[in-house]
């Protein structure tokens, strides 16, 4: 088959998936290369997820095309103690079925998202108590001084109490339910901007502009939007330049000369506030996907160590990223506040200490272990784990890849299937932007009665980094903070807690029909796309 024909396959491919008829002057039709994981804005901690539901629901805080956080469905907070925010309400706000959004809403909310099937666990759990002070007040009572929590609930979506007890989603419908079992992961009533006629899961969700929406200032035209999953990176790419889509993201970073050659259509690049890594099981006794039987080899910091020495970062750089990620040595991004470019330095490549470190702790042929990832998240998601288990193969550690798309993956590795993984591939952008979140989020002990530590999936664990955690909470002196968040990022490093692979970058593609602003989140926020 000619180079030709192989394009014009692909677009025909493009063209069935996503039907005919649909597209209008103020369409927008967008592709990713997986589908929301539902539309319950509490299920899944997710940044697509979330970012797709941003357009449809929001939050007492929002967030900015510059990732600032400003007022949302509250118009104003105050700080009336070190644990007492005060939240006025947007008068006039109504959820898109019509009823008024008030007070009760807030509380129901912030109530749901500590429920069982709850993803959001950790940023409801930095309250403790809301008090309804009148229909459009509440006074927030925190866990302790959170001076984060506004900016954190920008991602903590409000929901209609009214609605979601008549249709029986009172509780956040979690990542293993079926779509059967919750109205809420296919059904959406917010106050945003955008309103969801019609959805299919891995098929096609379509959006309305909201006609009662309380800000008049969008500057967005788009009347619709059509969001298609397309796995396949060659058909989104084939179906941005034939003018099916519009915009789809991620494309290859090999593509990005191709599509500046191409009339119409460009590549939207940048620096994505997102670090990939490889986590490890450090808690379980015995590993639940190894050959080793009675003990658990990644307990051993010379294990964990052999393994960081065998990843050879500016291989999966140059092989896997085509040079466009940043091979880093912390879990947090240049963008994020708390980054200490001193402490950025990568585990070096060395094969030969990883098999010296490996023969110490009694493992001088090597185990076999199965590493869990997505194969339609991140940037090159697969490949990576592909690339890290040949690595890996070469000191006599055995990895078996066990890729599966977001939606099976997360239902598998999160809280509510109980950490069902021995090694894993996640990549996290705090909310905030600050080092905060992650620590809280990703390197805090697991502790579900606190609310922290939840997305630890294999429960690393220090007490130093969880009080020094606690302390950059609080401390408002900035080279203070900074001293706590570089000890323990130290602690962490010398313990090899996880396995930071990179940055990965920005990658759309964009028609030149339209201007779009690229949040360093990945987001994809409908109310700055404009017709031209």
């Not at 319950?40 to 805080?61: A, C, I, K, Q, R």
């Not at 191409?262 to 620096?271: F, H, I, M, Q, R």
């Not at 896997?320 to 990620?325: D, F, L, T, Y």
């Not at 606690?470 to 313990?495: G, H, N, P, S």
Request: proline share 4%; with cysteine; net charge negative.
């Amino acid at each position: 088959m000619t180079i030709m024909k192989k394009m014009l396959t692909t677009v025909a491919a493009a063209s069935m998936i996503l039907g005919a008829g649909l597209a209008e002057a103020n369409t927008l039709k967008f592709a990713f290369q997986g589908d929301a994981q539902s539309l319950d804005p509490h299920g899944l901690n997710e940044t697509f997820t979330l970012g797709f539901l941003s357009n449809v629901y929001e939050g007492l805080t929002m967030l900015d095309e510059n990732i600032k956080v400003i007022p949302g469905l509250a118009t104003s907070w105050e700080v009336t103690s070190p644990t007492t925010i005060v939240f006025k309400l947007r008068e006039g706000v109504k959820f898109h079925n019509g009823n008024s959004f008030n007070a009760d809403d807030v509380i129901f909310s912030w109530k749901r998202t500590l429920s069982e099937g709850s993803d959001q666990k950790v940023r409801g759990g930095m309250v403790v108590d809301i008090k309804k002070i009148d229909d459009l007040t509440v006074e927030v009572h925190t866990d302790g001084p959170q001076p984060l929590m506004p900016s954190e609930w920008a991602w903590i979506y409000m929901m209609d109490k009214e609605w979601s007890e008549e249709n029986g989603a009172g509780s956040a419908a979690n990542v293993k339910e079926e779509s059967a079992n919750g109205y809420s992961l296919n059904h959406a009533n917010g106050t945003g901007p955008f309103e969801v006629v019609s959805r299919q899961p891995d098929v096609k969700t379509v959006f309305k502009r909201s006609e009662n929406h309380w800000n008049e200032n969008i500057i967005s035209n788009v009347t619709d939007v059509i969001f298609t999953p397309v796995k396949q990176a060659a058909t989104r790419t084939a179906a941005l330049i034939s003018g099916e889509l519009d915009m789809v993201y991620p494309i290859p970073v090999q593509d990005w000369s191709r599509l500046d050659s191409e009339d119409g259509v460009s590549a939207l690049k940048g620096a994505e506030a997102r670090t990939i890594f490889l986590g490890m099981d450090q808690f379980r006794d015995e590993l639940l996907y190894s050959n080793v039987k009675g003990k658990n080899p990644l307990k051993d910091v010379r294990v964990r160590l052999a393994m960081a020495h065998a990843l050879d970062l500016e291989v999966i750089k140059k092989k896997i990223m085509r040079g466009a990620a940043t091979p880093t040595g912390l879990m947090i991004a240049p963008q994020v506040n708390g980054f200490n470019p001193e402490y950025n330095t990568p585990y070096t490549y060395d094969p030969e200490l990883s098999r010296k470190l490996l023969a110490e702790a009694g493992y001088p042929d090597g185990f076999e272990i199965t590493i869990d990832c997505p194969n339609n998240r991140y940037v090159n998601d697969e490949k990576i784990c592909i690339a890290a288990a040949s690595m890996m193969a070469k000191i006599g550690i055995k990895m078996k890849v066990l890729a599966q798309p977001k939606a099976k993956y997360f239902a598998k590795v999160l809280a509510q299937n109980n950490y069902d993984t021995s090694m894993y591939l996640l990549g996290w952008t705090p909310g905030s932007m600050d080092v905060h979140n992650v620590l809280g989020s990703l390197i805090a002990c697991q502790n579900a009665e606190k609310n922290v530590g939840l997305f630890n999936l294999g429960n690393y664990c220090n007490a130093r980094v969880d009080e020094l955690t606690d302390l950059i909470q609080v401390e408002t002196d900035a080279d203070k903070r900074q001293a706590y968040v570089d000890e323990a990022m130290q602690i962490v490093k010398d313990e090899v807690g996880y396995l930071p692979i990179h940055q990965q970058p920005l990658s759309w593609g964009v028609s030149d029909k339209i201007t779009v602003n690229q949040r360093a989140d990945n987001a994809f926020d409908f109310r700055y796309v404009v017709f031209k």
